[in-house]
């Protein structure tokens, strides 16, 4: 176990599932990571669960940077109820990937929850306007939802 390492950033390394998993695990069990920076990996679905499962148990981590990913509504669903457990996690950044309504809806349910994220950036997704209105009166403090 790590208890030094604070940020790691693997940005552009095309981690994919795979990557995001072995990453996840090592997450679940580390006390010192507080920003875990992926994005431009390829990361699907499979590996924000296996990401969002680490969250729910981690006690440390305040920034996860996912964004330019491939992250559909069921990775964003399971993001979302790790949202909803976390108490130290401030910052998710989830622009440009492929979260449509039903993912910003998790999102937005579990900014009702979590008393802590205080941004989270859902930029370039294909969310539609109804669902950007329900996420803007989610209550939650958030950044960006684009255009």
Do not use: C, H, W
């Not at 399971?78 to 130290?88: G, S, W």
């Not at 994220?117 to 950044?143: M, T, W």
């Amino acid at each position: 176990m790590n208890t030094g390492l604070q940020t790691l950033a693997l940005g552009t390394n095309r981690i994919g599932d795979p990557g995001a998993i072995a990453i996840a695990e090592g997450l679940k069990s580390n006390n010192a990571l507080k920003q875990l920076i992926l994005y431009n990996n390829r990361i699907g679905d499979a590996g924000a669960a296996a990401l969002a499962e680490a969250v729910k148990t981690n006690t440390v981590l305040e920034n996860l940077t996912l964004f330019n990913n491939n992250i559909g509504d069921a990775g964003a669903a399971a993001l979302a109820e790790a949202v909803k457990t976390t108490t130290v996690m401030e910052r998710l950044l989830l622009f440009n990937n492929n979260i449509g309504d039903a993912g910003a809806a998790a999102l937005g349910e579990s900014l009702r929850v979590n008393t802590t994220v205080a941004e989270l950036d859902l930029r370039f997704n294909p969310i539609g306007e109804a669902a950007k209105q329900a996420l803007r009166s989610s209550g939650g403090a958030l950044a960006s939802l684009g255009g």
